[in-house]
């Protein structure tokens, strides 16, 4: 999608063009990408957030924030949305970066958006939390979301299982898991791990 590299067979399109007929800006524009190891910039947590729309008012980084299920820690800080995070982001947790990284990314309202691990350093509590804004945030949209945590991905239309570079399995969680098969064995691990 962001064009690190060119498909060997088939076509990409955007709002149905070719994505190698747009410029690199114009796909970057149309995409909101949260990351498994997230960037702040130094400056205030309000200032990385609206990064992401340079032009939002404050009740929209404030809904952005909620709906990543930042704000509920940020209004606990001694300075809320005005408190510093440091160089890279330094003075907050992994999990925090990666809520502002998700508030920031929501707050683009991106064409596509894609997430890769983007909730692996949050509590289940959190992950939750964020799930449930998750299905208004991506209503209409075209998302990708790679995960390992399988609770992240049950609602998705269509689960690629992917092994070695390949896809083994696809469909539904319903119709994965009656399957039988690699997801299946993965899902019922990973739920009596955490039951």
Do not use: W
């Given at each position: 999608?962001?064009?690190?590299?060119?498909?060997?067979?088939?076509?990409?399109?955007?709002?149905?063009?070719?994505?190698?007929?747009?410029?690199?800006?114009?796909?970057?524009?149309?995409?909101?990408?949260?990351?498994?190891?997230?960037?702040?910039?130094?400056?205030?947590?309000?200032?990385?957030?609206?990064?992401?729309?340079?032009?939002?008012?404050?009740?929209?980084?404030?809904?952005?924030?909620?709906?990543?299920?930042?704000?509920?820690?940020?209004?606990?800080?001694?300075?809320?949305?005005?408190?510093?995070?440091?160089?890279?982001?330094?003075?907050?947790?992994?999990?925090?970066?990666?809520?502002?990284?998700?508030?920031?990314?929501?707050?683009?309202?991106?064409?596509?958006?894609?997430?890769?691990?983007?909730?692996?350093?949050?509590?289940?509590?959190?992950?939750?939390?964020?799930?449930?804004?998750?299905?208004?945030?991506?209503?209409?949209?075209?998302?990708?979301?790679?995960?390992?945590?399988?609770?992240?991905?049950?609602?998705?239309?269509?689960i690629l299982v992917i092994e070695g570079g390949r896809i083994v399995e696809m469909g539904t969680h319903e119709e994965l898991l009656r399957a039988g098969g690699r997801y299946y064995r993965l899902y019922t691990r990973q739920f009596r791990r955490s039951g």
């Amino acid at each position: 999608m962001c064009r690190f590299y060119e498909p060997k067979r088939g076509v990409i399109r955007i709002g149905g063009r070719d994505y190698t007929e747009l410029s690199l800006h114009a796909i970057q524009s149309r995409l909101g990408v949260v990351l498994q190891s997230p960037h702040l910039f130094s400056g205030t947590i309000r200032e990385n957030i609206r990064y992401g729309r340079p032009d939002a008012t404050e009740e929209e980084i404030v809904a952005a924030a909620k709906l990543a299920g930042a704000h509920d820690f940020i209004v606990t800080l001694e300075h809320g949305y005005d408190e510093e995070v440091g160089e890279g982001g330094v003075l907050l947790s992994v999990g925090q970066k990666q809520l502002i990284s998700l508030a920031r990314a929501i707050l683009a309202r991106p064409e596509i958006f894609i997430m890769d691990e983007a909730t692996s350093s949050v509590d289940t509590l959190t992950e939750s939390l964020i799930q449930r804004g998750m299905e208004e945030l991506l209503r209409g949209r075209t998302s990708f979301i790679i995960a390992h945590r399988l609770s992240t991905i049950k609602r998705a239309d269509r689960i690629l299982v992917i092994e070695g570079g390949r896809i083994v399995e696809m469909g539904t969680h319903e119709e994965l898991l009656r399957a039988g098969g690699r997801y299946y064995r993965l899902y019922t691990r990973q739920f009596r791990r955490s039951g």
